[in-house]
């Protein structure tokens, strides 16, 4: 493993870097590559167009020397224990994070977490200048770096600078709520070209701009006031995952006998509900649990014949309002087990751990019913992994109306998890559909996604950026269409039964992607 010190010409900059460090029992480190769905995207961009990668290893303290993996250059930043607790799990995740998700639990502002992220954002901006070559494509990700734009442009005015959001943008009346809304809205102007999962994202930013800065905008380009005459451009440009990795996966003879055996073990039920997700209150978990329970109690479903399983990863522990959901799910899982759960034979299997890829490929081939609930989320990977997964045409996914995915794959039987009388519906609706139409839906659905995968999005994304701020040409093989339009909130919601396709985010997915 060695370092290079040459510059380069594509640079990514994100929170982490897409290596896991492995230390063996004499103390020897090695870095193993991360399953994300974002390192496969910038692999496949790589392979013909070497670049370096800037991000935090995950440990406290200083940050190892840049070294080489996979062909990739990776440059680490160090955060120390009080920029991990104020940057990540203080600005991050307790400011951002709910005002960017509705704000389901109340935001906190501090002016120590908002100092950190800002020279944490330096820090990552000085960085990039380092490894980037003159005239270099950098791309940034994610709302952990939203001042990095700014911040590289003035080191490295000749670079391209392209951003991408995995998570929602808010509508203006909750972004102006942070004490910051200026500032952060100019770093993240610093870029040439700024993605989003849906279109109704882009238009909150260009919103924002021209409400809180008094920017003009046109159609999907802000005009910055600073004599610059420089564009900005900010459109939708969904992400989505390795279809054909995941596929091949899925069709391995031990994945698919894995699959029985987590039925067996179950007590081979007729009807098999799943959740993924990671434990995060924007996930819906509460309200998909409250509509089970009584879907039990009007006895529509009974267990043994029915059962759930919740697989709910680890998240952001120290944080109040994750421990708080902890506590009340697990207290939830407890008392529908107590009344309906039968011994060998509970209502919920509740896993609170992650699984290995295989694992998860496995269950998603064992699920009938695929419950994706979310009460906001930027796309929803797991969605796509379960289609993806689905190669026999079985299963069914519930997909709730507040995720990205669900502007790609509305022939799911779609929700909306606020309303637990329609959940309920959906969830009887995804369960009691004759066999022969859900296959016709699933197999729509993977259409879908494996002519959206992950390659195609990054090659989108770097297409917009080279041509920002005016749109990219059409490719020959239709790989910078537009996004898809997110119908108008009072449209009525596509029937399930309908097969048109349209051509219309960490923690982890089910398989791995930070999320």
């Known amino acids: 493993m060695t370092s290079s010190t040459k510059p380069f010409d594509l640079v990514i900059a994100a929170n982490r870097l897409p290596v896991d460090k492995q230390v063996d029992e004499d103390g020897n480190v090695e870095w193993q590559r991360s399953p994300g769905g974002l390192v496969t995207a910038m692999e496949s961009v790589m392979q013909s167009n070497p670049g370096a990668w800037v991000g935090w290893s995950g440990d406290a303290g200083e940050p190892p020397a840049p070294f080489d993996e996979n062909g990739m250059h990776l440059r680490p930043v160090g955060l120390n224990a009080g920029e991990i607790r104020d940057f990540y799990e203080g600005f991050s995740n307790d400011t951002l994070w709910p005002i960017y998700h509705d704000v389901i639990v109340p935001a906190s502002f501090h002016r120590e977490w908002w100092a950190a992220y800002e020279r944490v954002n330096r820090r990552f901006a000085e960085a990039v200048a380092e490894v980037a070559a003159p005239d270099a494509c950098v791309w940034v990700h994610d709302y952990q770096l939203q001042l990095a734009p700014t911040f590289i442009r003035e080191l490295r005015p000749d670079?391209?600078?392209?951003?991408?959001?995995?998570?929602?943008?808010?509508?203006?009346?909750?972004?102006?709520?942070?004490?910051?809304?200026?500032?952060?809205?100019?770093?993240?102007?610093?870029?040439?070209?700024?993605?989003?999962?849906?279109?109704?994202?882009?238009?909150?930013?260009?919103?924002?701009?021209?409400?809180?800065?008094?920017?003009?905008?046109?159609?999907?380009?802000?005009?910055?006031?600073?004599?610059?005459?420089?564009?900005?451009?900010?459109?939708?440009?969904?992400?989505?995952?390795?279809?054909?990795?995941?596929?091949?996966?899925?069709?391995?003879?031990?994945?698919?006998?894995?699959?029985?055996?987590?039925?067996?073990?179950?007590?081979?039920?007729?009807?098999?509900?799943?959740?993924?997700?990671?434990?995060?209150?924007?996930?819906?978990?509460?309200?998909?649990?409250?509509?089970?329970?009584?879907?039990?109690?009007?006895?529509?479903?009974?267990?043994?014949?029915?059962?759930?399983?919740?697989?709910?990863?680890?998240?952001?522990?120290?944080?109040?309002?994750?421990?708080?959901?902890?506590?009340?799910?697990?207290?939830?899982?407890?008392?529908?087990?107590?009344?309906?759960?039968?011994?060998?034979?509970?209502?919920?299997?509740?896993?609170?751990?992650?699984?290995?890829?295989?694992?998860?490929?496995?269950?998603?081939?064992?699920?009938?019913?695929?419950?994706?609930?979310?009460?906001?989320?930027?796309?929803?990977?797991?969605?796509?992994?379960?289609?993806?997964?689905?190669?026999?045409?079985?299963?069914?996914?519930?997909?709730?109306?507040?995720?990205?995915?669900?502007?790609?794959?509305?022939?799911?039987?779609?929700?909306?998890?606020?309303?637990?009388?329609?959940?309920?519906?959906?969830?009887?609706?995804?369960?009691?559909?004759?066999?022969?139409?859900?296959?016709?839906?699933?197999?729509?659905?993977?259409?879908?996604?494996?002519?959206?995968?992950?390659?195609?999005?990054a090659r989108r994304f770097l297409a917009a950026l080279n041509a920002a701020p005016d749109n990219p040409p059409p490719d020959a093989r239709g790989e910078v269409a537009s996004a898809p339009v997110a119908p108008p909130e009072s449209a009525p919601l596509a029937p399930v039964d309908s097969l048109a396709i349209s051509d219309g985010e960490p923690a982890t997915t089910s398989t791995g992607a930070r999320e």
């Open 159 to 457: 670079v391209r600078i392209g951003w991408f959001n995995h998570i929602p943008w808010p509508p203006v009346e909750l972004f102006a709520q942070l004490p910051w809304r200026a500032l952060l809205l100019e770093g993240l102007l610093g870029a040439d070209f700024l993605g989003f999962q849906r279109q109704a994202d882009a238009r909150n930013f260009v919103r924002a701009c021209r409400q809180l800065l008094g920017l003009k905008t046109k159609g999907e380009r802000v005009a910055l006031g600073d004599g610059s005459h420089r564009q900005v451009r900010a459109s939708a440009i969904p992400i989505s995952i390795d279809y054909r990795g995941l596929e091949a996966l899925a069709k391995r003879p031990d994945v698919r006998e894995r699959a029985k055996q987590i039925r067996a073990s179950l007590g081979d039920p007729e009807v098999l509900m799943l959740g993924v997700d990671r434990l995060d209150y924007t996930k819906g978990i509460r309200h998909r649990l409250k509509a089970y329970e009584e879907l039990l109690k009007e006895r529509q479903l009974r267990p043994p014949d029915v059962t759930l399983v919740q697989v709910a990863t680890p998240s952001r522990e120290r944080v109040e309002a994750y421990r708080f959901l902890r506590e009340e799910v697990e207290q939830t899982v407890g008392r529908i087990n107590g009344e309906f759960g039968k011994i060998g034979a509970p209502a919920v299997h509740y896993l609170h751990h992650s699984y290995p890829r295989e694992e998860m490929a496995a269950l998603f081939q064992a699920a009938d019913v695929m419950l994706v609930t979310p009460l906001r989320d930027g796309m929803n990977l797991v969605a796509k992994e379960y289609v993806t997964c689905r190669h026999d045409l079985g299963g069914a996914l519930v997909l709730s109306e507040f995720t990205g995915a669900w502007h790609e794959l509305h022939q799911a039987f779609a929700c909306n998890p606020h309303d637990i009388e329609g959940l309920k519906q959906a969830m009887l609706r995804a369960v009691h559909t004759p066999s022969r139409d859900k296959q016709r839906i699933m197999r729509a659905l993977r259409r879908r996604v494996a002519d959206h995968d992950v390659q195609r999005w």
